[in-house]
């Protein structure tokens, strides 16, 4: 249904090998708006764990097609839904570097952890936050049933010989996290806390990293032409932003994951590396505008198929 496509990764995996620019990000220097913690501060940690759970959903789904990504002001300044989550947690940490603590949590009621993502206008507009609130009850839950902490996790797995593949086993089935067989937010937060300039998480297994797929990864690697869709109905769904089965977004999702796992060998970037610089891309090449091909740094090498779009699927995945 979907496969690799062999040249086009090998050409990729050139440019990220001799490209100068293709660095992790540190998850500290303000971004697009987008204040993040401070460094060596109480609470980072804690923030983190919980804010990268709920990295999910932010777009509208319409008639069974994908509608638009989600926007919100705030402080009069308007984010798109990662954004707007992370915007919101900082400023509740802000307030109180405490606030995303397990226990600290676990007071909260359903309007208060409502209230940490309210936009100008005083309104909580996370397309699903149905599933962000049932996620915030099971990973409270989650770690007083274990009598353990964030940063108890990070200091177990730090002892470890691999600290990362130490983490990983550590937070499988953590709510918000391991009910994903490719744990792109597992994989996330790993890199956050890797990249931070603390250092939280002090990897000597780098190989145990996977590649982190979302849905701006799918949307480039489709456009591209790093997949390639041989299914004529999925080709027209993706193309024309109709909702798809669960079958059909694996089917995408699980060549996608194979062809960065590609590129990061290849290459010799750390997946932290490649992620960002798909992550970054992604504004030349966004949901609901024309793509900015001339700007491009691939352009030479990409297939241009621009009218393919991202899996349309809702899912807590990310």
């Not at 309007?111 to 009850?137: C, Y």
């Not at 740094?297 to 990409?302: D, G, Y």
């Amino acid at each position: 249904m979907v496969r690799v496509d062999q040249k086009r990764v090998g050409a990729f995996s050139e440019y990220l090998r001799r490209a100068g620019d293709v660095q992790p990000f540190d998850f500290c220097t303000a971004s697009e708006g987008v204040v993040f913690p401070n460094r060596n501060r109480r609470g980072v940690v804690d923030y983190f764990f919980f804010c990268t759970a709920h990295q999910f959903g932010f777009w509208y789904l319409k008639d069974g097609r994908y509608d638009r990504p989600a926007f919100s002001r705030v402080d009069g300044i308007e984010h798109k839904g990662s954004d707007f989550l992370s915007r919101c947690a900082t400023r509740a940490w802000l307030n109180d570097e405490g606030f995303f603590a397990p226990d600290s949590l676990a007071k909260r009621s359903d309007t208060e952890l409502s209230a940490v993502f309210s936009d100008d206008q005083g309104k909580n507009p996370l397309p699903m936050w149905e599933a962000h609130l049932d996620i915030a009850r099971r990973y409270v839950e989650w770690f007083r049933a274990r009598k353990t902490s964030p940063e108890a996790i990070l200091n177990e797995a730090n002892r470890s010989a691999a600290p990362l593949t130490a983490f990983l086993d550590r937070c499988a089935d953590m709510p918000g996290y391991g009910e994903d067989p490719l744990r792109k937010k597992l994989m996330l937060l790993a890199v956050i806390l890797e990249n931070r300039p603390e250092r939280f998480l002090r990897v000597t297994d780098p190989e145990a990293f996977m590649p982190i797929i979302d849905y701006h990864l799918q949307r480039s690697a489709l456009r591209t032409g790093l997949v390639r869709v041989d299914d004529p109905s999925l080709r027209e769904k993706l193309a024309a932003r109709r909702e798809v089965t669960a079958d059909e977004e694996k089917a995408v999702r699980d060549a996608t994951f194979e062809a960065v796992r590609q590129l990061v060998r290849d290459s010799g970037r750390s997946v932290a590396a490649v992620d960002y610089f798909f992550f970054t891309n992604r504004r030349r090449c966004p949901e609901m505008t024309e793509p900015e091909c001339a700007k491009c740094p691939v352009q030479p090498i990409c297939a241009r198929e621009t009218r393919l779009f991202q899996p349309v699927l809702r899912t807590t995945y990310y």
